[in-house]
C-alpha cells in the first residue's frame, strides 16, 4: 500500500525565536537543508518538491511519497540548545488501504538524539490503518492524528512532550532534534 507525507512549513523555535532548521519553509529545494533515505525492499519512492500540492499558503512544500515496503524519509537533525523548543509544521497525512500483511504507516516524527548522536527514542504524529503493530513505551509516544489528507497545523511542545510522555527520556541528555517526514509500508 502506499503512503505520502507532505510538509509544507516545518519550525523549530526556541526562547531566541529563530527557526533552527534550515530551509524548515522549502522556499528552497530540499537538497537544501534536509537528506534523503529510502529503503525499496519493494516498490518506489518519490520525493517531491512543489508549489502545486494544495498547501494552504504560498509557496513551495515537499512531499514524501512511498508505494510497498519499506520506507522513505526526508530528515534533518540539529543541535539544540536544551528542550524548551516548540515544533510547528503544516502536514497532509495521507495513507492507502492495508492490510495484515501489507499496512501502511504516514508520519512526522521527532527524534531525541544525544550529544554522540544516539536515539533516546521518538515521538511520532503519525496516519496508521488498523494492521499497524507499532506500540508506545516510555521512550515511543505514537500520536494518531484525526485529519488525514487534510491540510493541519501541528505544535509540539518539546519539553512538556518529554515530561508528560516519554519518561524514559532525560531531557538533559537530548542535545539534537531530528525531524523526519516519514513514509513507511511492511509489505510487499
Ligand atoms: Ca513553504
Not at 529545494?29 to 512543489?50: E, L, Q, R
Request: with cysteine.
Amino acid at each position: 500500500m502506499r503512503t505520502i507525507v507532505i510538509v509544507v512549513l516545518a519550525a523549530l523555535v526556541g526562547l531566541a525565536s529563530a527557526n533552527l532548521l534550515v530551509n524548515g519553509d522549502f522556499e528552497q529545494p530540499f537538497d537544501v537543508g534536509w537528506d534523503t533515505i529510502s529503503s525499496n525492499t519493494a516498490g518506489s519512492d518519490t520525493f517531491t518538491w512543489s508549489d502545486t500540492l494544495g498547501q494552504p499558503s504560498p509557496g513551495h512544500a515537499a512531499a514524501v511519497y512511498k508505494y510497498l515496503a519499506h520506507h522513505a524519509s526526508m530528515n534533518q537533525t540539529v543541535e539544540v540548545p536544551g528542550v524548551n523548543l516548540t515544533l510547528t509544521f503544516d502536514a497532509r497525512l495521507q495513507i492507502g488501504g492495508g492490510s495484515s500483511t501489507c499496512w501502511p504507516v504516514a508520519a512526522f516524527v521527532v527524534r531525541y538524539l544525544d550529544a554522540a548522536g544516539t536515539s533516546l527514542g521518538n515521538s511520532q504524529i503519525y496516519l496508521h490503518d488498523q494492521y499497524c503493530t507499532w506500540a508506545g513505551s516510555d521512550t515511543q509516544n505514537l500520536i494518531d492524528i484525526t485529519t488525514p489528507g487534510v491540510w493541519t497545523p501541528f505544535s509540539l511542545d518539546i519539553a512538556d512532550e518529554l515530561s508528560k510522555h516519554l519518561p524514559g527520556i532525560d531531557p538533559a541528555n537530548v542535545k539534537k532534534l531530528t525531524v523526519d517526514l516519514y513514509s513507511y509500508d511492511n509489505g510487499t
